[in-house]
């Protein structure tokens, strides 16, 4: 496999605009007053589904146990033994957790004021038609991120009587958007798509991702939480299907971590232009606060040293057959989930996803840090 790399010119210009994002950040920390959130609303894919894949379709594992199994005790579409990291976000603020959208149909419009959530289970940043014309097929869903924001307006219809009421409602709401975009990047890899086909989505994808956050805004929101990709080079099924005979080659896998670099890298390549993204947001609405979620500096520090962390294995997954595998029924599962990093070889396990809730909420891991635009109750998680 090829090491993915930036050119000379593209990674100095990446570098310099991240500089102007960071300056822009710690300035933006200025306007950032005391507030507190009424309702939390969700975009996303399965790192913050709380139950959507459920409503929709038969293919996900995650609806069979033993998924669910450390804190809900039974499958709840969440693809986790537990709680995700929005789900930890709304135990803070003190709110229920976010129900799905889907399957709206037993419950009142009401239910959704203090929150509602749109993440689906292997959605992708972009439609079915982009993906297809760059040859990737999604086996999960349909569903993109496009179909998210028409789920968005439908719900806001439903809530409010006029623009006004909805930009009132939005502007005491925390809009969470993912992680999304995982997936436009994971199909492709682990079917086999050539690195360079890969690697030139990436500026549709945050394209995308910027026009339905600037649309999101238009409409009233004004605190939206957008965070990066994680650190695929250290996810299990990244490793199995990209392993390397040469487990001693330093140039192909990091030695402090057994993570693989070029993979690594190239989430590091997404994460930057899509800050880069943030901070032209940022600039054309400035009475908005855009933060930036840095799971990939987060989990890092976990697999740097996870025995400090509490953590005995941070590049297996605790349950599955094999790392690329889905956890399914009567699989092996690991004794204690909340010592693993990997819950099935894809998705963490719940005190994975408290890590980097709690590396949200109180930092370092938020740009600009969140926790002074509410009163998070940080010791309830």
């Known amino acids: 496999m090829e090491r993915f790399h930036l050119n000379n010119a593209t990674f100095a210009c990446i570098i310099f605009l991240f500089l102007l994002l960071f300056s822009s950040s710690n300035n933006n920390n200025n306007i950032c007053e005391a507030k507190c959130f009424k309702s939390i609303i969700s975009f996303g894919d399965s790192l913050t589904d709380t139950g959507n894949i459920f409503n929709l379709s038969e293919k996900s594992e995650c609806w069979l146990k033993p998924y669910g199994e450390t804190f ?21 603020l003190g709110l229920p957790l976010v129900p799905p959208y889907i399957g709206r149909e037993n419950v009142t419009s009401i239910n959704f004021r203090q929150g509602v959530n749109f993440a689906v289970a292997g959605a992708t940043a972009l439609n079915q038609s982009i993906l297809e014309e760059n040859g990737i097929h999604n086996p999960q869903t349909n569903v993109s991120l496009g179909t998210q924001l028409t789920w968005f307006r439908e719900m806001l219809s439903t809530l409010c009587q006029s623009t006004s009421e909805c930009k009132d409602f939005l502007k005491n709401s925390l809009i969470l958007f993912g992680e999304i975009g995982g997936n436009d990047y994971n199909f492709p890899f682990l079917f086999g798509t050539p690195t360079q086909m890969v690697q030139s989505m990436v500026p549709l994808v945050i394209n995308t991702i910027g026009q339905v956050i600037n649309e999101v805004i238009e409409l009233g929101a004004e605190t939206i939480i957008v965070p990066g990709n994680l650190p695929i080079g250290c996810i299990p099924a990244y490793l199995h299907h990209f392993m390397s005979t040469n487990y001693d080659d330093d140039y192909y896998y990091d030695p402090k971590t057994g993570c693989i670099n070029w993979l690594n890298e190239f989430s590091e390549y997404h994460n930057m232009m899509l800050q880069v993204e943030l901070n032209r947001l940022q600039q054309l609405h400035p009475h908005a606060t855009i933060i930036y979620g840095d799971y990939y500096n987060s989990l890092m520090q976990i697999y740097l040293s996870p025995k400090k962390y509490g953590f005995k294995s941070a590049i297996v997954a605790c349950c599955g057959k094999g790392p690329n595998q889905p956890c399914r029924p009567n699989d092996h599962v690991c004794d204690d989930p909340s010592t693993f990093v990997s819950w099935d070889g894809l998705h963490p396990t719940e005190a994975a996803y408290k890590w980097i809730a709690q590396g949200l909420i109180s930092g370092p891991f ?15 998680i």
Do not use: K, W
């Open 366 to 380: 938020a740009i600009p840090h969140i926790n002074g635009l509410c009163n998070f109750r940080v010791s309830t």
């Open 72 to 92: 809900f005790h039974q499958p709840t579409g969440r693809c986790s033994d537990g709680r995700l990291i929005i789900d930890f976000i709304a135990e803070s």
